[in-house]
C-alpha cells in the first residue's frame, strides 16, 4: 500500500465555500481506480487544506498523480502552494494499529 498526502493553501475562497465545494468533488476521486481510502483535510486557522490518500500500491498512486484529475487539481487557481509527498505505508505495524 502506499500513501500520497497533499496540503495546500486557499487564495480568494473561503474556508465555507472550500468545504461545500468538497461534496461535489468526492464522487471524482471515489471513482479512481486502486484509491482505498481519501480523508479530506482542513484548518481554518492555518489555512492549510488537502487529503491524506490510501492506494493499493505506488502504481495506482502514480497512475493518479499522472491522470487529469491530478493536473486539475494542481491547477486550480484557487488553491496555491502545494507540498505533495507520498510514503510506503508500513502494513504490520498499521494493522496492530487498526489503520487497516
Known sequence: MHILIVQFNLEDLTHEEFVASTDEAAPHWAAIPGLITKHWL???????????????????????????LCSQLLATPNFVNFVVTDFDLIENASRITRAI
Open 42 to 68: 482542513s484548518s481554518e486557522e492555518t489555512n492549510t487544506y488537502g487529503g491524506v490518500y490510501l492506494f493499493e500500491s505506488k502504481e495506482a498512486m502514480q497512475t493518479y498523480k499522472d491522470s487529469e
